[in-house]
């Protein structure tokens, strides 16, 4: 038997990791990586910003899952992990700066005397949250969102100003239309085995704490430490950059074809690491349900703008690791990182510059994409004046574009995504979808997605 072949579409994270695993697996077989862009590494893009490599998505990952961790192991730069250095963060809620309070988990507060005092939730809305406490915890299990998981067991006051904040940012969505299954799976697995959430998230807390890891990980020269690794392990796999795979065609004897502006490159196995609004069309000819189910899931587009000012030039100290803004707030910034607290390498030498990076745009809100760049900084710029009391002038910027970057995993997504594989499964063997348009946005996700896809693919060929 001939040695199968393996085509990975995509190099983001996910592709490179399957790519990845499929060349160092027992069982031999022949990979190639193709990517339509010019570069490798997908939404995770390192680039130098005042003489400091500086991430332009991306710039950590969650330490508390062993997905990327074990694979930094396998590569050999676990031991180059940094976490970051400060700590808390604030809110723009009801029209002003607040402190978060300590002790929340995804936004979900486990003290509820630590609210009180923070002003974000009013004294009755801290009563209605503390019924949790007492309420009987009836729910079905179904995936439901995270604003209506939360709304039914604190109210929507919690629900609203501490948690569509931090949960809505993280993933570019309005919380009440996204899954809590697969956007906040551990508060979802409390709720179901707990009967508070309080209490549950509590106990969860103090397991995290006992372990002493820190949330998040990250490398000094930013988070293509992870990409560049990986790739310069690639050395037996065929990497083609400025591929686009536009049509996948099942070969009469068996296998696939896949067209590319360059020629076409036949496969015995297909990983599919490119979103899902891609992936539909590549599968339409052969699986029309899986395709709908693909193209159905919509995107939200984020720039990033990295800013540096004079720190003497800024009223407030920004003690804490950055500021969310709430929806409601008609601003247009949705968060702002600090960070030179968080990495305080990325102010190279100089003890009188801070570099922030702010983000603009949610599901429903393209304003920022709408604006060019020297618009979006300036305005940007005028509202981070006006909450932080900056006197002085932006002293360098540079945009990131992230268009139909964050897929929004409505409820129910899981379900229609394992459907969609399903009819793969069926129509077209050997095909794998993986990525955050799939099953988890986190870059720890994607790698164990990616090691899914190589896994199976492994496992069917030793099975042929
Ligand atoms: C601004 C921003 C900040 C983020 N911050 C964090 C963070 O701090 N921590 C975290 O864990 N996660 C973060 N994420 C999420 C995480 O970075 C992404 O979910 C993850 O990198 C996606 O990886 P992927 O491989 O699934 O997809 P992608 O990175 O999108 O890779 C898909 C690849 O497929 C290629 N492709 C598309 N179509 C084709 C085609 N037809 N043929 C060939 N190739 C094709 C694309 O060019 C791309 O390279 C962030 C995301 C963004 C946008």
Known sequence: MTTPHVVVVGAGISGLTAAY???????????????ASNRLGGKIATTPFGGVMIDEGADAFLARVPDAIDLCRDLGIDTNFISPSSKGAYV?????????????????????????TSGIVSPLGLLRAGLDLVKPNNWDGEDESVGDLITRRMGSEVAERLVDPLVGSISASDTFNLSAQLATPQIAEVARNHRSLIRGLRQLQKEREATNLPLFYGFRGGMSVLVDRLAAELTAVDIRTNSEVNAIEVRPGGGYRLATPSGSIDADAVVIAAPARIAAPLVAPYAAGASQILADVEYASVSLVTMAFRSSDIGNDLDGSGLLVAPDEDMLMTAASFGHRKWPHWTGDNDDRIVMRVSA?????????????????ESLANELAGLLDIEGPVLEWRVSRWPLSFPQYRPGHSDRIALAESELVATLPGIELTGSSYRGVGIPACIRQGNEAAARIVERFASA
């Open 21 to 35: 695993r499929l060349s160092t697996a027992d069982a031999p077989c022949r990979v190639s990586l193709v990517e």
């Open 92 to 116: 723009v809620s009801r029209g002003k700066l607040r402190r978060l309070p300590d002790g929340l988990m995804l936004g979900v507060p486990t003290q509820l005397r630590q609210v009180v």
């Open 361 to 377: 745009g949610r599901f429903g809100d393209d304003r920022a994409m709408h604006l060019d760049d020297d618009e979006l900084v």
